[in-house]
């Protein structure tokens, strides 16, 4: 990797921070990193903004930075008691405009369904709704609350920060970075795709700091990252990278807690963009991040799309493992049936345990344990699948 080097990024404005928006987390977070306000203090004033996309790793003259093989969006910076995130820096970046065209030429390949036709661009702006190697404020300032939230009730109901993302500052980029980027992206773009990159950043550009225990490295890039380890078997080699059984503990555990506080994992209208439990998300260290998918129990209206998303959140996590657990192996979906055998003995490992942990904290939501109490398995199928498979709305006025 190369040597990190940086310039500092005055913000235009300081949109969100945790001093001022969330005292509670930062006297939490204060305890255990040191010189926290120090940090903070300098921050406010101007952010290290990356000299290039492309991954690096090595000392500065203010700590240890690096950005691992496909953070594209975001770095780190290493400390005592965790690291310091920071994304949406990469507008600022020497590299960008070449970043760019490479992301324009790039076909995304889905497992089982082939290359797209969209470049890697394209599947930003049109997939995800989001602006190629750019965080539009809106989207600093729902992930800083939105983790904010869920922190606060973690550390209100268990005494301590969850291994999730805790956010310290969301600024607003000056409206000539916005403009600068997006006519970079001009010609790389269909009209579409512009349209969407358009409305997303109506608000101007961004970027987040947040805190996270550890450098987080996604179960989706411990293929490249354990490649170099030889022949071994893949449990051996992901043993030395980290704890696997301490890592599914920890996230069939905090799966539970967050649905014991009230929250779902995933909501509806983020899928094929992304839940924090799936495994572009999902930390090998046991935590995860990107939790602007997380959506509170309470603004979830009606059962039938309080039970998509709770089987949601079931099938991202079990996928996860299973992915995790077996490595870059070929297409689990080939082998049987839909589910295979092997999404098959997750589910039946997997969901007697997070039933058995929320039970433990118990939750408030009257709906989560009816979805997992044990019931006679007729009246219960009857009854869910009904609801999950309604038949059509009649459209008498139309025919």
């Given at each position: 990797m190369?040597?990190?080097?940086?310039?500092?990024?005055?913000?235009?404005?300081?949109?969100?921070?945790?001093?001022r928006d969330a005292p509670q987390l930062h006297a939490a977070l204060a305890a255990g990193v040191p010189a926290l306000d120090r940090r903070l203090a300098q921050l406010r004033a101007a952010l290290p903004c990356a000299a290039s996309v492309a991954p690096f790793s090595g000392a500065a003259p203010?700590?240890?930075?690096?950005?691992?093989?496909r953070h594209l969006r975001a770095f780190y910076q290493q400390l005592p008691g965790g690291v310091f995130a920071f994304k949406g820096t990469e507008p600022y970046a020497a590299d960008r405009d070449a970043h760019l065209r490479t992301l324009a030429e790039f076909r995304v390949d889905y497992p089982a369904r082939g290359r797209s036709l969209f470049s890697a661009?394209?599947?930003?702006?049109?997939?995800?709704?989001?602006?190629?190697?750019?965080?539009g404020l809106d989207e600093a300032l729902d992930d800083a609350r939105i983790a904010s939230a869920l922190q606060a009730a973690h550390l209100a109901r268990f005494g301590e920060l969850a291994r999730l993302p805790t956010p310290l500052l969301a600024i607003a980029w000056p409206r000539s970075t916005r403009d600068e980027h997006l006519a970079a992206l001009r010609p790389l773009l269909s009209q579409r795709a512009l349209r969407i990159v358009e409305t997303c950043t109506q608000s101007g550009l961004g970027a987040l700091v947040y805190h996270y225990p550890s450098v987080p490295i996604r179960v989706a890039h411990l293929p490249v990252e354990l490649a170099t380890r030889?022949?071994?078997?893949?449990?051996?080699?992901?043993?030395?990278?980290?704890?696997?059984?301490?890592?599914?503990?920890r996230w069939i555990d905090l799966v539970a807690r967050?649905?014991?506080l009230g929250w779902l994992p995933g909501r509806t209208d983020h899928?094929?963009?992304?839940?924090?439990?799936?495994?572009?998300?999902?930390?090998?260290?046991?935590?995860?991040?990107?939790?602007?998918?997380?959506?509170a129990m309470g603004q979830v209206a009606g059962e039938r799309a309080f039970q998509e998303m709770l089987l949601a959140a079931m099938a991202d996590l079990s996928k996860t493992i299973r992915h995790f657990i077996l490595g870059p192996a070929p297409d689990a979906e080939a082998e049987y049936r839909n589910p295979s055998l092997a999404m098959l003995q997750t589910l039946h490992r997997v969901l007697p345990a997070l039933a058995e942990r929320v039970a433990l904290h118990q939750p408030a939501d009257p709906r989560l344990l009816r979805a997992l109490a044990?019931?006679?398995?007729?009246?219960?199928?009857a009854e869910e699948l009904?609801?999950?498979?309604?038949?059509?709305p009649s459209m008498r006025q139309h025919t």
């Amino acid at each position: 990797m190369n040597a990190p080097q940086f310039t500092q990024q005055r913000p235009q404005a300081i949109a969100w921070d945790i001093a001022r928006d969330a005292p509670q987390l930062h006297a939490a977070l204060a305890a255990g990193v040191p010189a926290l306000d120090r940090r903070l203090a300098q921050l406010r004033a101007a952010l290290p903004c990356a000299a290039s996309v492309a991954p690096f790793s090595g000392a500065a003259p203010d700590g240890d930075y690096v950005r691992p093989y496909r953070h594209l969006r975001a770095f780190y910076q290493q400390l005592p008691g965790g690291v310091f995130a920071f994304k949406g820096t990469e507008p600022y970046a020497a590299d960008r405009d070449a970043h760019l065209r490479t992301l324009a030429e790039f076909r995304v390949d889905y497992p089982a369904r082939g290359r797209s036709l969209f470049s890697a661009a394209e599947h930003f702006a049109l997939v995800e709704q989001k602006t190629p190697l750019a965080l539009g404020l809106d989207e600093a300032l729902d992930d800083a609350r939105i983790a904010s939230a869920l922190q606060a009730a973690h550390l209100a109901r268990f005494g301590e920060l969850a291994r999730l993302p805790t956010p310290l500052l969301a600024i607003a980029w000056p409206r000539s970075t916005r403009d600068e980027h997006l006519a970079a992206l001009r010609p790389l773009l269909s009209q579409r795709a512009l349209r969407i990159v358009e409305t997303c950043t109506q608000s101007g550009l961004g970027a987040l700091v947040y805190h996270y225990p550890s450098v987080p490295i996604r179960v989706a890039h411990l293929p490249v990252e354990l490649a170099t380890r030889g022949d071994e078997p893949w449990l051996q080699r992901l043993a030395k990278r980290t704890d696997p059984a301490l890592a599914v503990e920890r996230w069939i555990d905090l799966v539970a807690r967050l649905l014991a506080l009230g929250w779902l994992p995933g909501r509806t209208d983020h899928i094929g963009i992304g839940h924090c439990v799936e495994m572009q998300n999902a930390v090998i260290d046991g935590g995860f991040v990107d939790v602007g998918s997380v959506i509170a129990m309470g603004q979830v209206a009606g059962e039938r799309a309080f039970q998509e998303m709770l089987l949601a959140a079931m099938a991202d996590l079990s996928k996860t493992i299973r992915h995790f657990i077996l490595g870059p192996a070929p297409d689990a979906e080939a082998e049987y049936r839909n589910p295979s055998l092997a999404m098959l003995q997750t589910l039946h490992r997997v969901l007697p345990a997070l039933a058995e942990r929320v039970a433990l904290h118990q939750p408030a939501d009257p709906r989560l344990l009816r979805a997992l109490a044990r019931r006679a398995p007729f009246d219960a199928l009857a009854e869910e699948l009904t609801l999950l498979t309604p038949g059509a709305p009649s459209m008498r006025q139309h025919t």
